[in-house]
T-cell receptor, first 113, second 114 residues
Framework: GDSVTQMEGPVTLSEEAFLTINCTYT??????LFWYVQYPGEGLQLLLK?????DKGSNKGFEATYRKETTSFHLEKGSVQVSDSAVYFCALRRYNQGGKLIFGQGTELSVKP | DAEITQSPRHKITETGRQVTLACHQTWNHNNMFWYRQDLGHGLRLIHYSYGVQDTNKGEVSDGYSVSRSNTEDLPLTLESAASSQTSVYFCASSERGGLTDTQYFGPGTRLTVL
């Protein structure tokens, strides 16, 4: 069945460091891919998305490119801030599955000043 | 502003009791979803609905039920709470479920079953 695998956390970085959180997926067809962010004590918010191969989603300095050849959607940011500390979830949705999302296990990011 | 709310935000109950978690959205979205979040598992789908009177089981539906009597609400009921149902529960909604459709999440309910 469909699945999403993220790199293990927690990830601890210093402010202004480069961030990569790996995400790979298994799915038939051409799913849409998403990154959600969860700040402490809050629900999930959509961070960015991509709906077809080679699409690049971007928001708030974060980027991810839909790579069908490697079935990956890695999240990157050039210079993280303390305010980026959160849990990040990669997710997919297949076109014939309505609105259902399949999530990875989440990666906790902690950014130190 | 349109929003999605959940209540209660925190709940402690005892094994065997029936518990209902409320979810209310004001976007007039057709699709609504319930997920549970557990460490190491991310979010897993419990039940979902594509409209009034429509309900469907997700991957972890055993011990849970939902009903959709109007567009705005999708309450989640634990028929007989078990300790394995201690978790954080999130409700979400989206308009139609298309490839570019965005799913909006509520703030969550932390449920503890003793």
């Amino acid at each position: 069945g469909d699945s999403v695998t993220q790199m293990e956390g927690p990830v601890t970085l210093s402010e202004e460091a480069f961030l990569t959180i790996n995400c790979t997926y298994t799915a038939t067809g051409y799913p849409s891919l998403f990154w959600y962010v969860q700040y402490p004590g809050e629900g999930l918010q959509l961070l960015l998305k991509a709906t077809k191969a080679d699409d690049k989603g971007s928001n708030k300095g974060f980027e991810a490119t839909y790579r069908k050849e490697t079935t990956s959607f890695h999240l990157e940011k050039g210079s993280v801030q303390v305010s980026d500390s959160a849990v990040y979830f990669c997710a997919l949705r297949r076109y014939n599955q309505g609105g259902k999302l399949i999530f990875g296990q989440g990666t906790e990011l902690s950014v130190k000043p | 502003d349109a929003e999605i709310t959940q209540s209660p935000r925190h709940k402690i109950t005892e094994t065997g009791r029936q518990v209902t978690l409320a979810c209310h959205q004001t976007w007039n979205h057709n699709n609504m979803f319930w997920y549970r979040q557990d460490l190491g598992h991310g979010l897993r789908l419990i039940h979902y609905s594509y409209g009034v009177q429509d309900t469907n089981k997700g991957e972890v539906s055993d011990g849970y039920s939902v009903s959709r009597s109007n567009t705005e609400d999708l309450p989640l009921t634990l028929e007989s709470a078990a300790s394995s149902q201690t978790s954080v529960y999130f409700c979400a909604s989206s308009e139609r479920g298309g490839l570019t459709d965005t799913q909006y999440f509520g703030p969550g309910t932390r449920l503890t079953v003793l």
